[in-house]
């Protein structure tokens, strides 16, 4: 089940418009229980994990009691990525598995994902059964469940991510500087990258509840930039809050975000792994990315922006790569949800086989200049049913004749249609952009 993020006015999206409050959360355990234990057969189990903010705490209590009320065994986490959370799952063999966690949101915020018994996300007919199980009063079950504390679930996981590389793989004599953005890889990551050989300098691993994200991070890497150039060290990774995305930084201090990720991973696959099948990115992957596929005949295809979308284009294609230019990054040869230490790793492994340094092995895909303009619209509209818009955006795309792309996406929290424009040239990409949302912005406005 997707995220629903929610901040002081609510939770959206699984349940409408109810307000956060512990009766609403204790409601919500309790109508996870009763779904999920009506529908399913064996064990009556379901875990919780978290990551560092402090309304966590609040929230974690609250599901429990819930869940307890419905006659569901809680198993509880503590501080635990998502994609760990998903593993643990099968691992215990639960009927679900909870995240409490607004990822890469500002501590303020937070919010819930559910992960089915075998770590994927639930079906979307169970979503609504518990969206119409809130409706229903809430009543007691006749054998009330008990919690415990899962007192060996990190070093589960940290196993588990290291049983992911090949017999004999070392990172010994590699120095490496790891941002876990003061979230929930804070005690898990260095423990995985040293324990493989690395020299880990750690940054932001001290939570205090109201730190995570702040000013670090995979959406704020500059710290860690800063860091690797001045150790000199061989590269750096930067998670998100929940540990699901990663970016890397190469020892001159470059960025190299999920679609150049996931073209060294797919570069490895197809040389060394024998071969790969094809690759799914979403709207928002740069075109060069693309382009940079096709030259190593790996077929490449575009999903909605969102990693659910990105998992499901997967499955019907039958890849096991894909992912989004944020770095969540889904390998589904390795395991079922993305994963930001898995990745990381991924990508090691492949830079160690190509035998060169990050800043070279990057360099075999040439990202084009991107440029995005958000354009505030009045109200909602349909783009394609606007004939100014559309005659401009086909101008646009036969001047830049198949050197780059053009895309309209309307945002999905905003008011706001975000235009934006890749090509070959800087200064032509940018002219274009400003043109186009002048054109989007009269019709709309």
């Not at 995305?245 to 975000?257: A, C, I, P, S, T």
């Not at 073209?263 to 696959?269: G, K, N």
Request: net charge negative.
């Amino acid at each position: 089940m997707a995220r629903k993020y929610f901040g002081t006015d609510g939770i959206r999206g699984l349940v409408g418009e109810h307000p956060i409050t512990p009766d609403f959360m204790l409601k919500l355990g309790w109508a996870a229980g009763c779904v999920l234990m009506d529908r399913f057969d064996g064990s009556n189990l379901i875990i919780i994990g978290k990551d560092t903010r402090i309304s966590g705490y609040m929230f974690e209590s609250a599901l429990q009691a819930g869940l307890i009320n419905a006659g569901v065994d809680v198993g509880l986490l503590g501080p635990m990525p998502t994609p760990g959370v998903a593993y643990l799952t099968r691992t215990f063999q639960a009927q679900a598995g909870i995240v409490i966690s607004a990822s890469h949101n500002a501590y303020a915020d937070n919010g819930i994902k559910f992960f089915s018994g075998n770590g994927t996300k639930l079906p979307d007919e169970i979503e609504l059964l518990i969206e119409e199980q809130l409706e229903t009063p809430m009543v007691t079950a006749e054998r009330l469940g008990k919690a415990r504390r899962i007192a060996d679930a990190a070093g589960r996981y940290i196993e588990f991510c290291k049983g992911t590389m090949p017999w004999g793989f070392s990172l010994q004599g590699m120095q490496i500087v790891l941002d876990c953005a003061h979230g929930a890889t804070y005690n898990i990551a260095p423990n995985v990258f040293t324990e493989l050989g690395a020299r880990v300098v750690p940054l932001f691993v001290e939570p205090n509840g109201t730190n995570i994200n702040r000013s670090c991070g995979s959406t704020k890497p500059e710290a860690l930039q800063e860091k690797v150039v001045e150790l000199g060290a061989d590269l750096g990774i930067a998670f998100d809050g929940d540990g699901d995305r990663v970016v890397f930084v190469d020892h001159k201090g470059e960025l190299v975000d999920g679609d150049e990720l996931l073209y060294i991973i797919a570069a490895y696959q197809q040389q060394y792994g024998g071969g790969c099948d094809g690759v799914v990115g979403t709207l928002m992957s740069n075109f060069g990315f693309e382009l940079g596929l096709k030259e190593l005949n790996i077929p490449f295809a575009r999903a909605k922006v969102g990693d659910r979308y990105v998992i499901e284009l997967m499955r019907e294609k039958g890849w096991s790569l894909g992912g989004e230019n944020s770095g969540h990054i889904v390998c589904s040869n390795v395991t079922t949800t993305g994963d930001g230490i898995i990745s990381a790793l991924q990508v090691l492994l492949a830079i160690s086989a190509m035998g060169d340094s990050l800043h070279k092995v990057k360099k075999g895909m040439h990202k084009l200049p991107q440029t995005m303009i958000n354009v505030r619209m009045a109200k909602r509209v349909n783009i394609s049913e606007e004939p100014e818009i559309q005659k401009a955006v086909a101008a646009m795309e036969e001047r830049l004749a198949g050197t780059g792309r053009v895309l309209l996406r309307p945002s999905g929290t905003e008011p706001v249609v975000r235009v934006m424009v890749e090509g070959q040239d800087k200064q032509q990409v940018k002219d274009l952009a400003q043109e186009l949302a002048a054109v989007v912005e009269a019709a709309l406005n």
